[in-house]
């Protein structure tokens, strides 16, 4: 579960209340919020973490969730977090990459940032690793990924071949959405 409490003196705070919760076998685990200038009040994104666990014996293992696995999401508020919901669940917006890469168990990824050089670009940090949560063989590496600033519908892993990574774009104007989609000639 996640819970928010707030301060204007950084002394006294409130009461903490949840405002987000998983689901039994695939918990939230960290959740990262962020916004741009650029959108209205109240209205912010998080990078959020799920484990995919089976502690519970009383629960059957969650499709496309492998035990151990930490799995990355997409969440959104527009009350300044006081309610999460998840942008499309089941689906990773940074993907694990494949069997044994660096990042094929594990994906913990930071708030986004604006590049510096270039603010239609944003980075992504994140630790990805190999090998269960809790395994005694996770190795673990610090990663970056890359998408265009307005494209936080998801992210690809590129072709082989190809020297980018294909995103869909989501802007998000509640209630009216406006999707748009650059398509790269190798996808």
Request: hydrophobic share 30%; net charge positive.
């Amino acid at each position: 579960r996640t819970g928010r409490t707030t301060s204007r003196d950084f002394v006294t705070w409130t009461k903490a209340v949840e405002v987000f919760r998983g689901q039994l076998g695939f918990e939230i685990y960290t959740l990262e919020p962020w916004r741009l200038d650029s959108w209205r009040p109240g209205r912010y994104l998080a990078m959020g973490a799920f484990y995919c666990h089976n502690e519970t014996s009383a629960i059957k293992p969650l499709p496309n969730c492998t035990l151990g696995s930490v799995y990355n999401e997409l969440l959104a508020t527009n009350d300044h977090g006081e309610h999460w919901s998840r942008l499309a669940p089941g689906r990773q917006w940074i993907p694990h990459g494949p069997p044994g890469s660096p990042d094929s168990s594990i994906i913990y990824a930071g708030r986004p940032l604006l590049n510096p050089a270039n603010r239609s670009e944003t980075r992504i940090y994140y630790d990805g690793g190999r090998g269960p949560h809790s395994g005694p063989h996770r190795e673990d590496t610090i990663n970056l990924a890359t998408c265009l600033t307005d494209a936080y519908a998801g992210l690809a892993t590129a072709p082989a071949g190809s020297d980018r990574a294909s995103n869909g774009t989501a802007l998000l104007h509640p209630p009216r959405w406006t999707v748009s989609a650059a398509v790269h000639p190798a996808a």
